[in-house]
């Protein structure tokens, strides 16, 4: 394995998979759009993948949101799961550039998070979900593009508020560059 994705990864992967299973399963709110709800799970995620890249975003939410489903429903809804895997993959692409790690998260830093979030589920929500549900399910249009549109606002509130508020939190347990004196 390569530095990044090395064993502390994969544990994060798996920590942050069953993580977002529980967070989806019991801290999801309905929507009066049937099979829409609000989900915390997105701010969870949006963190681990600012922490532990793109690939591992992306795995934690297609085998997190895989098991919700088998979970909840029996059986899998693919479009919406490979597009969970799609916002967890360009969180990370998009937030490789903030380093929470070094104890920084600003103004800078939570613009670039929420621009970030904002863009991967916009990808998600307005265009992957609805498209493969028309495409694999032959679903109605209006229907699924309705439902992408209020799982997108609603996933954008959630990751802004509560994400903004986890990261943040992280970056005041790190330690400060150049904070730390040598005697």
Excluded: C
Excluded at 137 to 145: G, I, L, P, Q, W
Aim: charged share 10%.
């Amino acid at each position: 394995m390569n530095k990044k994705f090395s064993i502390k990864t994969v544990v994060a992967i798996g920590i942050g998979a069953a993580v977002f299973v529980v967070l989806g399963r019991f801290a999801a709110i309905p929507t009066p759009i049937p099979n829409t709800t609000i989900n915390t799970q997105y701010a969870f995620l949006a963190v681990m993948a600012m922490l532990f890249g793109p690939l591992a975003g992306a795995l934690i939410a297609f085998i997190g949101h895989l098991l919700i489903d088998l979970t909840a429903y029996g059986s899998p809804w693919m479009s919406w799961i490979f597009a969970s895997g799609v916002a967890g993959l360009l969180m990370g692409l998009f937030m490789k550039k903030i380093d929470v790690s070094n104890g920084e998260f600003g103004k800078k830093e939570i613009i670039t998070f929420n621009v970030a979030q904002v863009i991967a589920h916009a990808v998600a929500w307005i265009l992957v979900a609805p498209a493969l549900d028309v495409v694999i399910y032959a679903e109605v249009a209006s229907k699924v593009f309705t439902q992408g549109i209020v799982a997108f606002i609603a996933n954008v509130i959630t990751t802004g508020v509560i994400g903004t508020i986890l990261a943040v939190a992280y970056a005041k347990t790190r330690t400060k560059k150049g904070s730390l004196d040598k005697e």
